[in-house]
Structure formats: structure tokens, C-alpha cells
């Protein structure tokens, strides 16, 4: 089954402080994975988009990395500010479709 | 360019009652998709539609109804609503629907079903 699993499900951090989330899939074949961010009350928005060539890939603050030969990728989030409270959500495309993880939830504090 | 649209932002209604969630894009998609997000699940595609003129049903279509009106317009409807129904449902689009390209999604309708 094609399936993307996320953790934690949700972690609090202080401001200026980083982070990382994890993502493993089950998905295949597999042709690429993207992180998506989504803010409370919002629909989420793309932050990077990796194919299986890469590696590394970053947005700002936001650094995705992938490993396609163990399936797991990661979102490392650097000098966290308060705006990076959010969800996000590890998604990978399958027969023209998407299967989304159940997100992981970002709190940052002052 | 307002991208993806949807109205309305939130709604309440009776077991047994009917409504449309309306979507529309300005940005000349060709594919369009309704999702539903319920809580600790990723998003899951009820419908979608590849182009103007098409739909297909995606992992959760029963209980609902799509209409691909314009290229710009895809609405979903609910015949007869029920309680599992209570859900956030988001709508989004596509210039393709080849497997590298980026969805835009709107900003949601919260749907609660009495």
C-alpha cells in the first residue's frame, strides 16, 4: 500500500531554535516527494519539491533532504521564528495522485 | 490573481440536507481536485478533474457529487449529508496532472454536519 508516515506528530520549540521532521514512504515507484507547509486555517502551500536525483534542496530557513535507497526524507527547519507555526505535510505522488502524511505540527514560542 | 477560491468558508448543516461547495481558479489550470482533511489523516482525494469535461473519482468518493462547469469552476456537492461528512474540504488545481507538477490549493470550507 502506498503509504507516507510522519514524525513526531507535533513538537514545541522556542524561538530561534532549530528543528527537524521526518518522513517515511512506502510509495512506488517513486518519482518524487515535496514538503508542504500549511498554516492554521489555510490551505497548504508547496515549500520544495525533491526528485530522486536530490539529495538536498532548500527554501530560506527550510532544508529538505532525501534518501530514496532507504525511503525517508527530512525538513530541517533553521532559526525557527513564530511564523513557522504550522503544519507540515509530507507528500508523495502516485498514479498521478498524491498521498499526503498526516502532517507534523510546529509550534514555536517566544 | 486570487489563485484558488472557495465559498463557502464554513457551513453548518442538518443530517439529510443538501449543498454545493463552489471552486474556482484563475490561473488556467487544467486539472482540478477536492480533498477532505479530517484530524491525525493526511488529506484524502475525493474527486478530481483532469480537464474540462472530465471527472474521476478518487479514494473516498461515495456520498458525493462533482461538477466540472468551466475550466475556471469545479464544484462538489452533497445530496444528503451525514455527520461523517463533517470534515475540512479543500479544493485545488494543476496545470497538469503529470506527477512533477505543483498543486495550488484554496483556503478551505469547514463543514459541520448536525
Known amino acids: 500500500k502506498n503509504q507516507v508516515e510522519q514524525s513526531p506528530q507535533s513538537l514545541i520549540i522556542l524561538e530561534g531554535k532549530n528543528c527537524t521532521l521526518q518522513?517515511?514512504?512506502?510509495?512506488?515507484?517513486?518519482?518524487?516527494l515535496r514538503w508542504y507547509k500549511q498554516d492554521t486555517g489555510r490551505g497548504p502551500v508547496s515549500l520544495t519539491i525533491?526528485?530522486?536525483?536530490?539529495n538536498t534542496k532548500s527554501n530560506g530557513r527550510y532544508t529538505a533532504t532525501l534518501d530514496a535507497d532507504t525511503k525517508q526524507s527530512s525538513l530541517h527547519i533553521t532559526a525557527s521564528q513564530l511564523s513557522d507555526s504550522a503544519s507540515y505535510i509530507c507528500?508523495?505522488?502516485?498514479?498521478?495522485?498524491?498521498?499526503f502524511g498526516a502532517g507534523t505540527t510546529v509550534t514555536v514560542r517566544a | 490573481n486570487a489563485g484558488v477560491t472557495q465559498t463557502p468558508k464554513f457551513q453548518v448543516l442538518k443530517t439529510g440536507q443538501s449543498m454545493t461547495l463552489q471552486c474556482a481558479q484563475d490561473?488556467?489550470?487544467?486539472?482540478m481536485y477536492w480533498y477532505r482533511q479530517d484530524p491525525g489523516m493526511g488529506l484524502r482525494l475525493i474527486y478530481y478533474?483532469?480537464?474540462?469535461?472530465?471527472?474521476d473519482k478518487g479514494e473516498v468518493p461515495n456520498g458525493y457529487n462533482v461538477s466540472r462547469l468551466n475550466k475556471r469552476e469545479f464544484s462538489l456537492r452533497l445530496e444528503s449529508a451525514a455527520p461523517s461528512q463533517t470534515s475540512v474540504y479543500f479544493c485545488?488545481?494543476?496545470?497538469?496532472?503529470?506527477?512533477?507538477?505543483?498543486?495550488?490549493f484554496g483556503p478551505g470550507t469547514r463543514l459541520l454536519v448536525l
Open positions: 490561473m488556467n489550470h487544467n486539472s
Open positions: 485545488a488545481s494543476s496545470d497538469n496532472r503529470g506527477q512533477r507538477e505543483t498543486q495550488y
Open positions: 478533474s483532469a480537464s474540462e469535461g472530465t471527472t
Open positions: 518522513c517515511n514512504y512506502t510509495v512506488s515507484p517513486f518519482s518524487n
Open positions: 507528500v508523495v505522488p502516485y498514479d498521478y495522485k498524491l498521498s
Open positions: 525533491m526528485t530522486f536525483s536530490e
